[in-house]
T-cell receptor
């Protein structure tokens, strides 16, 4: 158990709909990352938050948005869903260390599997 | 832009044998970190081992070791005494700091390892 909690574990919805994925990081971790894993794209970095602020952005579509709340949990909102959005969405957390100190290991949740029909 | 390359889509190894999973990377940064993660069929991402760019010794964690060749920009994972439970997808990743508090992991496409009797 990594200590990162993601809900829901599975979600089936229709094209055009909107869903919200939730992530609670490990206790004490200030940084939250969202990744998308699809069959054809592999693991793609979407976005990172640190202590409530957006810090780094990856290949996140404009239809997707995220935020990190004061209690440090994060939500990833996916709207106007398309078939191609079907994927496993991972949340990961870390302490967000400085460049050269400690491992900077990311602890991953079990993922939320989204199926768009 | 950094890049991680895993050239082996699939590998087979017999139980109790050692296996090397290849990973090469490309970055212009002097400070970076290299990771290996395991993803079993259940889907979760499990951290295995870390190597910092300034670490002079190869990292080891139990049956896992990382063969770090900085000049060649390679970070191969060696699994000794393979077990059936090692059958999984293995991802090489590189951590790069974007700012003092922002960082991300970029993943390779993965190698699927199958351990046989």
């Amino acid at each position: 158990d990594s200590g990162v909690t993601q809900t829901p574990k599975h979600l089936i919805t229709a094209t055009g709909q909107r869903v919200t994925l939730r992530c609670s990081p490990r206790s004490g971790d200030l940084s939250v990352y969202w990744y998308q894993q699809s069959l054809d794209q592999g693991l793609q970095f979407l976005i990172q938050y640190y202590n409530g602020e957006e810090r780094a952005k990856g290949n996140i579509l404009e239809r997707f948005s995220a935020q990190q709340f004061p209690d440090l949990h994060s939500e990833l909102n996916l709207s106007s869903l398309e078939l191609g959005d079907s994927a496993l969405y991972f949340c990961a957390s870390s302490v967000a260390p400085l460049r050269m100190t400690n491992t900077g290991e990311l602890f991953f949740g079990e993922g939320s599997r989204l199926t768009v029909l | 832009a950094q890049k991680i390359t895993q050239t082996q889509p699939g590998m087979f190894v017999q139980e109790k044998e050692a296996v090397t999973l290849d990973c090469t990377y490309d970055t212009s940064d002097q400070s970076y970190g290299l990771f290996w993660y395991k993803q079993p069929s259940s889907g979760e991402m499990i951290f295995l081992i870390y190597q910092g760019s300034y670490d002079e010794q190869n990292a080891t964690e139990g049956r896992y070791s990382l063969n770090f060749q900085k000049a060649r920009k390679s970070a191969n994972l060696v699994i000794s005494a393979s077990q059936l439970g090692d059958s999984a997808m293995y991802f090489c990743a590189m951590r790069e700091a974007v700012t003092g508090t922002a960082s991300k992991l970029t993943f390779g496409t993965g190698t699927r390892l199958q351990v046989t009797l």
